[in-house]
């Protein structure tokens, strides 16, 4: 089986995003929370909104080293804007079945060949009558044929999302 592209998805979401990051008013209250695997390095962003107040955290945490230190947001939000500019996305399933979260780091980026992202996002415009939210996890990937390359490893096809749109106890597109 061939896994289910999902530029047109990123691409989107990267959108939703910007503009959450840009203007930040316009939201009721939003919760963000994107982890990025690439370089033997996971770095996380997260940044909420309740009550009127916004706040975030943004932190680096090296896989060999095991050290973490903390990021500027800035710094941190544009690895992940790069992250979304790439060429191809796949959607990872969420049935790998490694348990130990080095071996699903290494799994998942091919040995760290292609980065990883997953984002949690909910949020509710300003007089909208509800939220909408999706947690998803994507491989990033230069084309096509990287994306191919990707999912004919060994054992990689299966973690992958087959068929669009993906709804899960896991992960879900919008909601």
């Not at 691409?11 to 910007?18: N, S």
């Not at 107040?53 to 990021?71: P, S």
């Not at 009558?129 to 491989?139: A, C, G, K, L």
């Amino acid at each position: 089986m061939t896994a289910a592209f999902y530029r047109d998805y990123v691409v989107d979401l990267k959108a939703r995003i910007d503009r959450l990051h840009d203007d930040a008013e316009r939201y009721q209250t939003f919760a963000l929370t994107m982890e990025l695997l690439a370089q033997r390095n996971l770095v996380t962003y997260t940044e909420k909104k309740a009550k009127g107040q916004t706040e975030g955290v943004c932190y680096r945490r090296d896989f060999t080293t095991g050290r973490a230190l903390q990021m500027q947001p800035q710094n941190a939000y544009g690895l992940f804007k790069g992250f979304f500019d790439l060429g191809q996305f796949l959607a990872i399933s969420g049935q790998a079945q490694q348990q130990d979260a080095r071996q699903l780091a290494e799994f998942l980026t091919a040995s760290w060949q292609y980065p990883t992202c997953a984002v949690h996002l909910v949020y509710r415009l300003k007089g909208a009558p509800s939220t909408e939210s999706t947690r998803m996890h994507f491989v990033g990937l230069n084309s096509d044929e990287d994306a191919a390359a990707y999912q004919q490893e060994t054992g990689r096809a299966q973690i992958l999302v087959q068929h669009r749109p993906l709804s899960s106890d896991r992960f879900f597109e919008w909601r």
